[in-house]
């Protein structure tokens, strides 16, 4: 007999057929009653054990982590909390945990004990909730994309570019550390590395995204991209999961539309799906929140959060709007930013993104239209601006507790304006031939947007730490397992 998962157990008819279920003991008590759990769902079978005519050798081995097989029939349970249970008339110990050795035991451990342990945090009712919901969330990005007639395209993980200037690059190589080969002029002869030039693992998909836009009209990237940004905070990680739409014909305020559909539709989708999940991380969070003093304590829960977000529009302001509301703003003038905002120009730091959202506008907001010298050189410039004041079509998205969720922009389509930006950089136009040739040849409006696939996953678990959303987190100075 195969066996059943868990989750269609539970939500089965008590009979009295036989039924199989394998997992692992989260807990064992009065020598009678095991929670299982198989993954499944983040709710436990209840097996209850006839401790009178079990081995009392078998019983010593059913201990938390252990996998079982169970069989026996499903009646309806005495007990609260679950509608069935597994009656067993026959357990197998398929793997043994010891008691004592087992990390995971079945009390409160510290995120920080978990991250050390993240090989096992997934046995965890937190992480299994965690990793669910991610892996939903993944599906409602492609069947988001999907149903609108957008094409997955899987850009290069190792790149040739090193212009993208989104972030600081891992280098891929095969040359030695020692003896490396070098030119006549000392420096390292890439002509002998794997590629026969410089590679680095991508920090975007964007660039070559464009070029595919630009032909299958509507794409997305969902794909892991790698930043050395040595920025040890709770948004950041080495290593990160993006997800790139690019539309060809797009402006700035389809590109912002599309974005603000999207961001709801797969908020949507997951609460849907994840529902006993969802409410399990609420309840996490309420409780942790009890140990902060109460004017730091959201004023929605988790549900609340995410339903306030799929029902209202975010707020869309220039960036010149959003300076003066900065310097305006009480923090500002009480000296209580790090960074103080003095005059337009200035780039804005996650304190003043957070004050934006979380303090003035309290709903996720959309900044467009930065000054062009603070943004990417592919952004389009925009026409008609103040003498001094150039922005670009430019959008971030900024979410309550996370901060920028989105970074996007209409890309410039105009050769000329382009090559002179790349210029003006010092960007090598020859490294970037293919890319400028999009603009030579047929070349039109088009815009996408970059959105970081655990920042996501952050905000619909309300989890606090970026760490705490990826199975195997990278960061400086760690990389384990
Ligand atoms: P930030 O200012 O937060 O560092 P960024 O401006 O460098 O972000 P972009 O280059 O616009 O970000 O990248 C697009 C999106 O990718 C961001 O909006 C964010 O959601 C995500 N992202 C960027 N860097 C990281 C990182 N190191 N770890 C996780 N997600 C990231
Ligand atoms: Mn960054």
Redo the contacts with the bound molecule.
Sequence with gaps: MKHTKVKDLLNSAPGLHEVKAKGWVRTFRNNQFIALNDGSTINNIQCVVDFENTPEETLKRITTGAAVCVVGTLTESQGAGQKVEIQVSKIEILGDSDAEKYPMQPKKHSLEFLRENAHLRIRTNMFGAIMRVRSTLSFAVHQYFQEKGFFYVNTPIITGSDAEG??EMFRVTSLPFDGTPRTEDGKVNFKEDFFGRETNLT??GQLEGETYAMALGQIYTFGP?F?A?N?NTS????E?W?IEPEVAFNNLADNMDLAEDFIKYVIKYTVDKCGEDLKFLEQRLIDEEKSKPQAERSEMTLLEKLSFVMDNNFKRVSYTEAIDILKDSKPNKNKKFQYLIEEWGADLQ?EHERFLVEKHFKCPVILFDYPAKIKAFYMRLNDNTEPGRDTVRAM??LFPGI??????SQREERYDVLLEKMKALEIDEKELYWYLDTRRFGSAVHSG????F??LVLFVTGMSN?RDVIPFPRTPQNAEF
């Design positions: 989104a972030g920090v975007s991209t930043r940004e920025s948004r950041h990680l080495a990160f993006m996650s971030d998205i901060g920028e969720i989105v970074g996007g947007f970059g959105l970081g655990e920042r970026i």
